[in-house]
Structures are given as structure tokens and as C-alpha cells.
């Protein structure tokens, strides 16, 4: 199906272990951008890929690892999972189009709910 | 003090009532700013841009004061399926003032419509 998935959607694990969530999209976007959520935060940017083999740091990216070797695969990988990093995770991409990046539109997955013990 | 600042809510209205939420944003040159509503424990989906002269999709409004940095929605004629969080989203620079596929979240209004 075309779109943008996630997995798993729900993830319990513990402290000190490592965890990859996975983001797949058909579109062939060339952005794509992974946030948490947390109550009182809103979204916050983990990491974002302006294409594969680019990628770079948002807001909040300690303790996370991302890579893209390919443009429909943006996985994020916790190293050693930390309780704080418990939250939800969502994956976006998107493309500049020809607006030039202005009013373009980011598409989000459905999220993985992921908590630490 | 944040980049894009909302009133958390909740919003309670009753069906058919207008309901305005506004938002204010930091950077006097941000450019590109966004209303995305949220369900409950779903993904955020975008409602509309906001054009700096406004503008309208059916019972949705969102206007854009650029002098006093703030942006708008306005809902009329509220319905049940209304009821969700409603995100302002600025659209971040890069250091030099070009534009960027980031965006910045405000952390949500709370729209819940009552019967």
C-alpha cells in the first residue's frame, strides 16, 4: 500500500537496550524527519534526511542514531534506552516540490508508542 | 520563551458555536506557517496553510497578523468530529534566512465539542 508506515507500533523494552524503529515510505519524498511527542512538549525533532546518505541533527537527537542508505528507509535507532526516552515517535517525509520547500506539505506515519522500563 | 507558543486548552463548545484559536510565533521572519490537527492518539494531518491575506476552506478560517506575530483559526459551525488538538506550525529558517523543510510545532489546542 502506498503511503508512509511505521513499526512496530508498540514497543516495550528496558533501560540500557537497543532498539530500532522502523519508517518505509512509497512516495519517494526525499525529506524525511523523525519526532517524539511528549506530554507538554508537542513535537520535537529527533533527526531529518534531506536525502539518502544525508542526514542531521533537529532539536532533541541525543541518545538516538539515525541512517538512510536508501530514500524510502529512515530508521531510528535508540543505542541504550533511557526511561526519558519513552514517548511517542512519529516518522514524516516530504518534498520540496516546485513551491521551493515553502507551503509543502509533511505526511506523517502512525507512530510507534515506545516504553522504557 | 518558545519559538511557537498556543493556549494548551481544552476548548469545550457546544455543537454549532465558533470557536478562535491563536498562536504566537517568535521569529518576525518566519515565512511559512500552518494549521495540522491531531486526533487522539493518531498521527497530525495538515488542515491548512495560512497565506498572509488569509484564507478560507469552508467553515475554517486562518488569518496571519505578521506585525504583531500571531496566527488564527477560526471555526463556525462547530461539529463532534471537530473535537481534536489543533497544532500551529511555523516553518523554520536556516541561519541565513533560506527556508527549510523543518517545521516547528506549537504543543496543541484542545478543541472538544460538546453535544
Known amino acids: 500500500d502506498a503511503g508512509i508506515t511505521q513499526s512496530p507500533r508498540y514497543k516495550i523494552t528496558e533501560t540500557g537496550r537497543q532498539v530500532t524503529l522502523m519508517c518505509h515510505q512509497t512516495?519517494?519524498?526525499?525529506?524525511m524527519f523523525w519526532y517524539r511527542q511528549d506530554l507538554g512538549h508537542g513535537l520535537r525533532l529527533i533527526y531529518y534526511s534531506a536525502a539518502a546518505d544525508i542526514t542531521d541533527k533537529g532539536e532533541v537527537p541525543d541518545g538516538y542514531v539515525v541512517s538512510r542508505s536508501k530514500t524510502e528507509n529512515f530508521p531510528l535507532t535508540l543505542e541504550s534506552a533511557t526511561r526519558s526516552q519513552t514517548s511517542v515517535y512519529f516518522c514524516?517525509?516530504?518534498?520540496?516540490?516546485?513551491?521551493?520547500?515553502?507551503?509543502?506539505?509533511?505526511?506523517f506515519g502512525p507512530g510507534t508508542r515506545l516504553t522504557v522500563l | 520563551r518558545k519559538e511557537v507558543e498556543q493556549d494548551p486548552g481544552p476548548f469545550n463548545v457546544p455543537e454549532g458555536a465558533t470557536v478562535a484559536f491563536n498562536c504566537t510565533y517568535s521569529n518576525s521572519a518566519s515565512q511559512s506557517f500552518f494549521w495540522y490537527r491531531q486526533d487522539c492518539r493518531k498521527e497530525p494531518k495538515l488542515l491548512m496553510s495560512?497565506?498572509?491575506s488569509g484564507n478560507e476552506d469552508g467553515r475554517f478560517t486562518a488569518q496571519l497578523n505578521r506585525a504583531s506575530q500571531y496566527i488564527s483559526l477560526l471555526i463556525r459551525d462547530s461539529k463532534l468530529s471537530d473535537s481534536a488538538t489543533y497544532l500551529c506550525v511555523v516553518k523554520a529558517l536556516m541561519n541565513y534566512g533560506g527556508a527549510t523543510n523543518k517545521l516547528i510545532f506549537g504543543t496543541g489546542t484542545l478543541l472538544a465539542v460538546q453535544p
Open positions: 495560512v497565506y498572509s
Open positions: 514524516a517525509s516530504s518534498d520540496p516540490g516546485l513551491a521551493g520547500g515553502y507551503y509543502n506539505e509533511q505526511f
Open positions: 512516495w519517494s519524498h526525499s525529506y
